[in-house]
Each structure stands twice: as structure tokens, then as C-alpha cells.
């Protein structure tokens, strides 16, 4: 792997010599190797064994205050991509925040975030756990089909350099499986499923409790119902709860805040959240998903609060953004074949004090959600609605199925209503507990 570090920081710093030959005032390249197999099968047959391996690159120049982005195999000739930057460059838009971030602010420690496992898993293992998860879900009592199970395990790996003088890499592994079944018979059918992600192999979930989970969900689905329409309490699963904080995440990123197309543009300073909560963002973290030990400009970055005893407390900024703002990058910047852009990395919600079930009893009545359809979120105004099903808490418990269920409000008042049980999931970039909205509208049918 030392070799392979060192022949793509090669090719990246080649390329920056040769843009700066072309015209480049400033430039930086970031080249991509990602490789990785995946197994799918269903009803107890192999139905697709993948692997594949890539190598790319992306060259951002800066001439003056214009700025272009290409991107192309690494085999490309170097010559000809930094022509061709080059060229769109200059007849590009000057866009006054332009240009690479400040030396003083890159990353000069290498550090040690344990995102790289070595471990080599086999192809027929792969089946064989894929095989082990779909059995275990269907041999559920009320399970009476299957869409199919899957394993993967690969991983990338990038090298950044700028014409500033910074150079660093990093790797990250991923391994997954995944399955889905279908409980029911003819119109009555449910399907639900249950995956784990994790950066080191040994820390998955067994198959067989992943299929066990998967089945188990399914079949509690069955035969759901509907409620009146009217205003109720809800509560959100941990699965979609993640998603109502990356709405906060998403309406906090820099560029949403320089175009004026968020609905908490004028908020930063104000209670956003009860007093209660903390969001921090953190990409030092160990064996995390999101930790990086250098953003996509090189700049390292730090735990920060985005929401501090309720109160927002910072925008997610790269340096584009930050300039615009008038601000300084917090090292949130993150790269793609289409340049950079602000991103989150480890989002982490502060827990309450209740369990789950504490909190489901000390609503009495209510929905709990645990599926939504759709993508009815609009972050410049905040107003929500979306598809879901999930089950109706009655006298404190989680009782009878429900779904074709509508659920509406506006984030503003949706986020101030917040509860959190203590339920943390760390596997994922986004961790956030079960929660609890005091009122939404439901639409039944």
C-alpha cells in the first residue's frame, strides 16, 4: 500500500507541475483509487458476484480569479488535461472567493484514524454469509419471500496535492451486508429489511442476527391500519431520525447559506434546538465513517459544535464558502469530479436521559415512524411533508401497524418540539437517537 501511496502522489504532483507549465496560477489534483466485490443472491442461489477497480483524477486551476475543474482516468495524458483546465479556466466567470485555502491552515500532522482494514474476505465467504442472512430471514415465521441479500467489502483511497506545497493521503475500508424479505401473502405482502456498514470486518453484526432482524421487521408490518387525521405526537426511529438532523446539516452547509437558500439563514446565534441538545461535527474520531485527517483542500479539521445547548453555533464551511461569508474554513471541504464543495463528516446528536421505551410511554399516544416515502422537504422554507407508515403508540406502548400515512409541519417548530431518547447508533456518519416531535399533522386515508 506504501508503494501505491507513493506512485499516486507521484502522478498528482506531475500533474501540478505540468498545470502550472500551462498557465495555472495556483492548482491542486486529488486522484482516487477505489477497488472492491460484492455477491448478491436470493432465494438461496448466487445471483451476481462484482468486483471492480478504478483510478481517477481531478485538476482544479485557478487562473486569476477564474477557476475550472477537470477530471479523467489516470492514464490521461497530462498534458492535454492541463491544457484543456486551463483554457476553460480562462474563459471562465471570475468568482471573487476563488483560490486554494490559506497555507497556514493546512494539515502538517499525519494522523492515525484506523479507517483501513487490511482484511481480505474471500469471494465463497461472502456467498456463504449472504446465504446465512437470507436463510435466517426467511426461516421467520410469516416471512413468505425474499429480494435478495448481499455482502460487499472494498475500499478507496485518496492523494491530494497543492501547488501550496501540501501533500497527504488517506485510505478508508468499507464492509457491508444487507438483506431484504417480504412477509404476506397477495395484497397483504410487507417488505422490510436490515443492513450493517462498518470500516472493520469484525465489526459487523452476525448474518444471522441481521436476518433475523430483517424477517422479525417485515412480519410486524402486516396487516397495518390507518388513523383519523388530525395532530399527534410522533416519533422517529433512529433509521429516519438521522435523516431530520442531516435536514439541520443540510440547511447549515456554507453554500446554502451564501446562495440565501435555507430556511436557518438568519438563525446562527438563535435557538434553534431546546436547550437540551447538542449537535457536535467531528472528523477526528476513530474507526468513524466520516473522520478524515484532511479535508478536501488539506486543511485539517476539529470537533465543533453546530448546535450548542440548543443555540446554532457554526455554519459548515469550506473555503469558497467561508470567504463569501466573510468567515474562516472550518476544514469542511469536501472533493469531488465536479470540484469542492462544504460537508459535514461525524455528526453526533447529544443523548437525553430516557430509553427508548421511557419515552414512547410518556407520550400515551402518538405514531412511531419507522419508513418514510418521498422527498417532501423544502430547506428554504422548512415546510415538510412526506409519506410514512410505522405504528400507533397507544396508553405508552407501540401497539397495531399503520401506514399511507401522510406526516406534515415546518421544520422551525418541528425542531424547537424535539425530545431524544438515549439510544445512540455509532456506526453511521449521521448518529442521532430515537426522537420525538410534540405535534405533526397526520393524514390518514
Known amino acids: 500500500m506504501h508503494d501505491d501511496t507513493t506512485r499516486l502522489l507521484a502522478i498528482a504532483e506531475r500533474l ?43 485538476l482544479r486551476v485557478f487562473v486569476g480569479r477564474r477557476v475550472a475543474t477537470v477530471s479523467a482516468d489516470i492514464h490521461a495524458d497530462a498534458g492535454p488535461l492541463a491544457e484543456r483546465a486551463v483554457a476553460m479556466a480562462k474563459v471562465s466567470p471570475e468568482d471573487a472567493f476563488a483560490g486554494l485555502a490559506d497555507p497556514l491552515r493546512l494539515s502538517r500532522e499525519a494522523l492515525d484514524l484506523d479507517q483501513f482494514d487490511a482484511s481480505d474476505v474471500a469471494t465463497p465467504t461472502m456467498v456463504e454469509q449472504a446465504l446465512a442472512m437470507e436463510a435466517a430471514a426467511r426461516a421467520v415465521a410469516g416471512v413468505s419471500n425474499s429480494g435478495g441479500a448481499s455482502v460487499s467489502a472494498g475500499a478507496s483511497g485518496l492523494v491530494l496535492a497543492t501547488s501550496s506545497g501540501f ?82 446539516v443540510s440547511a ?4 446554502a447559506i451564501a446562495r440565501g437558500t435555507s430556511f436557518l439563514k438568519d438563525r446562527l446565534g438563535a435557538a434553534i434546538l431546546p436547550a437540551s441538545f447538542t449537535i457536535m461535527d ?55 469530479s465536479g470540484g469542492v464543495s462544504p460537508s459535514a463528516t461525524n455528526v453526533l446528536v447529544s443523548p437525553g436521559d430516557m430509553t427508548p ?14 419508513e418514510l416515502i418521498g422527498h417532501g422537504t423544502n430547506l428554504v422554507t422548512g415546510d415538510y411533508s412526506r409519506g410514512a407508515s410505522g405504528y400507533l403508540i397507544e396508553n405508552g406502548e407501540i401497539t397495531t401497524p399503520v401506514s399511507e400515512l401522510t406526516i406534515a409541519g415546518n421544520l422551525r417548530d ?20 430515537t426522537l420525538r416531535i410534540e405535534s405533526m399533522m397526520v393524514a390518514g386515508r
Open 167 to 248: 501533500a497527504g493521503h488517506r485510505m478508508r475500508s468499507g464492509f457491508s451486508r444487507s438483506v431484504s424479505v417480504i412477509a404476506g401473502q397477495g395484497v397483504k405482502m410487507q417488505r422490510d429489511y436490515d443492513f450493517d456498514s462498518r470500516i472493520h470486518h469484525i465489526d459487523l453484526t452476525a448474518p444471522e442476527a441481521i436476518g433475523r432482524s430483517a424477517g422479525e421487521r417485515a412480519v410486524r408490518r402486516l396487516d397495518p391500519g390507518t388513523v383519523a387525521t388530525g395532530r399527534y405526537p410522533v416519533i422517529f426511529d433512529p433509521r429516519i431520525a438521522r435523516g431530520l438532523i442531516g435536514s439541520i
Open 16 to 58: 501540478i507541475e505540468t498545470a502550472r507549465k500551462a498557465g495555472a496560477d495556483a492548482c491542486d489534483v486529488a486522484v482516487v483509487r477505489s477497488f472492491g466485490r460484492s455477491v448478491s443472491v436470493r432465494l438461496g442461489k448466487v445471483e451476481e458476484t462484482e468486483s471492480a477497480e478504478s483510478e481517477d483524477m481531478s
Open 414 to 433: 418541528m425542531l424547537l418540539s424535539l425530545a431524544a431518547a438515549n439510544d445512540l447508533d455509532e456506526r453511521f456518519s449521521v448518529v442521532a437517537p
Open 252 to 255: 447549515i452547509n456554507g453554500s
Open 282 to 336: 467531528d472528523p477526528l474520531l476513530p474507526r468513524r465513517p466520516g473522520s478524515r485527517s484532511f479535508d478536501g483542500e488539506g486543511v485539517r479539521g476539529e470537533a465543533m459544535a453546530l448546535v450548542e445547548n440548543g443555540v446554532l453555533a457554526n455554519w459548515i464551511l469550506d473555503t469558497a464558502t467561508a470567504k463569501e461569508l466573510g468567515l474562516q474554513t472550518n476544514g469542511r471541504a469536501s472533493r469531488s
Open 357 to 370: 421505551a421511557e419515552l414512547v410511554r410518556e407520550t400515551g399516544r402518538g405514531l412511531y415512524i419507522d
